[in-house]
T-cell receptor, first 114, second 114 residues
Framework: EPEVTQTPSHQVTQMGQEVILRCVPI?????FYWYRQILGQKVEFLVS????????KSEIFDDQFSVERPDGSNFTLKIRSTKLEDSAMYFC????????????FGPGTRLTVL | RKEVEQDPGPFNVPEGATVAFNCTYS??????FFWYRQDCRKEPKLLMS???SGNEDGRFTAQLNRASQYISLLIRDSKLSDSATYLC???????????????FGQGTILTVHP
């Protein structure tokens, strides 16, 4: 069964450093998403991406965040200058096969900002 | 008012019990409705979509009441493996697909004991 993959599984960084979280969506999917979940809290939408551009973003997704699909397979989330409050689980999701009606989530990257 | 509201529980039930979860949503324009399951420190996984006519998948039955903006999930004959957090999720995409952002409730914790 096709699946979304994410790397790394755990990233530890110092406050103020840049991090790049990587995702490989399911092949042939057209819609890509990033969500985050702070420990003990609900899953929150960050951004959606379609046709090589952001289609929607939340208030959380400020100028410190950016997304990119640098090639035909990877989908990345960059945090330019990490803050302590960016510590969370970041999930990538993809959707978009014809007839599908679900978003498939990757296993997540746990980001710890010290 | 929270966009998607669930009773956080926890629900502790014996094997074989029937348990029901409820959820309300605030955005009347929401078009798609789902129950996801999340195991500890794992990604959300789709359990089932929810339709106005109600739908059943084995031991799981989901109902949607658009007038009351209310969604429910019934689990019959609970198994130990049903222990997880159950997430009520809505999407506002007018196309009726999940191409749009997903809005999650905070989840209801279920523990099934022997």
């Amino acid at each position: 069964e096709p699946e979304v993959t994410q790397t790394p599984s755990h990233q530890v960084t110092q406050m103020g450093q840049e991090v790049i979280l990587r995702c490989v969506p399911i092949s042939n999917h057209l819609y890509f998403y990033w969500y985050r979940q702070i420990l003990g809290q609900k899953v929150e939408f960050l951004v959606s991406f379609y046709n090589n551009e952001i289609s929607e973003k939340s208030e959380i997704f400020d100028d410190q965040f950016s997304v990119e699909r640098p090639d035909g397979s990877n989908f990345t989330l960059k945090i330019r200058s990490t803050k302590l409050e960016d510590s969370a689980m970041y999930f990538c999701a993809s959707a978009g096969q014809v007839g599908e009606d679900t978003q498939y989530f990757g296993p997540g990257t746990r980001l710890t900002v010290l | 008012r929270k966009e998607v509201e669930q009773d956080p529980g926890p629900f502790n039930v014996p094997e074989g019990a029937t348990v029901a979860f409820n959820c309300t949503y605030s955005n009347s324009a929401s078009q798609s409705f789902f129950w996801y399951r999340q195991d500890c420190r794992k990604e959300p996984k789709l359990l089932m979509s929810v339709y106005s006519s109600g739908n059943e998948d084995g031991r799981f039955t989901a109902q949607l009441n658009r007038a009351s903006q209310y969604i429910s999930l019934l689990i019959r004959d609970s198994k130990l493996s049903d222990s997880a957090t159950y997430l009520c999720v809505v999407s506002g995409n007018a196309g009726g697909t999940s191409y749009g952002k997903l809005t999650f409730g905070q989840g209801t914790i279920l523990t099934v004991h022997p």
